[in-house]
């Protein structure tokens, strides 16, 4: 099957937007997340403050990207016990959906990490993002296992997918030839392995 044809216009926009979350992180790793400006953030990626509303809502969308989202269909497959019957082998594969748009950009992500590991600012707002997240996937997967399954395990279940995910986005600073995806199935095995 052949890929969709992209115009130009959506191409550049794309190139555009990734600019900007360059410069934003680099921005932020230089001089705190609140020690820039949009009017800064426009000049350094060379375009007017209109153009960065137009492709975020603000400063923290401009570094941590939209919220991630997953597909409806996909959701109420995981809640209805698939797609392969595993509770924690679901998790992972709404979590790869979660990052599959994001899949280019994998050195961004390495920054992006960087700079909310330096300022206090950012990593309370990734906390936020973090427990919003945490609530809807642990709604899941009560709605799928049942109000009686025990919370503990059910944040046992979501730390053990956030330290792989923080595991993967350390080597990909260590290894940027691979995709995120791939460190994120490796850092995976590693932790089934060491649990076995």
């Known amino acids: 099957m052949s890929q969709p044809c992209i115009s130009r216009r959506e191409v550049k926009r794309h190139q555009t937007a990734l600019r900007l979350q360059h410069c ?3 921005l ?4 705190g997340f ?3 400006t949009i009017d800064e953030l426009a000049a350094a990626a060379d375009v007017s403050r ?11 969308e401009v570094i941590l990207g939209p919220e991630p989202e997953v597909d409806d269909a996909q959701v109420a497959e995981f809640v209805a016990g698939g797609p392969t ?3 924690f082998d679901d998790l992972l594969v709404l979590a790869h959906e979660a990052t599959r748009e994001k899949a280019d950009s994998d050195q ?3 920054a992006v990490r960087q700079a909310v590991m330096s300022d206090p600012r950012l990593l309370q707002l990734v906390h936020e993002r973090f427990e919003m997240a945490a609530t809807l996937l642990g709604d899941c997967v009560r709605q799928r296992e049942g109000d009686d399954f025990p919370k503990e395990k059910v944040r046992l279940l979501l730390r053990l997918l956030i330290t792989c995910f923080d595991d993967a986005l350390e080597r990909v600073a260590e290894d940027g030839s691979t995709p995120f995806a791939q ?3 490796a850092t995976v095995a590693d932790a089934r392995t060491c649990l076995a």
């Not at 932020?28 to 001089?31: A, F, G, I, N, P």
């Open 24 to 26: 934003a992180a680099e």
């Open 183 to 185: 460190h994120f199935d």
């Open 85 to 87: 019957g595993r509770l």
């Open 50 to 60: 209109r153009t960065v509303f137009n492709y975020f809502d603000g400063k923290a």
């Open 108 to 110: 961004h992500i390495a």
């Open 34 to 36: 609140d020690g820039w």
């Open 28 to 31: 932020t790793l230089e001089h």
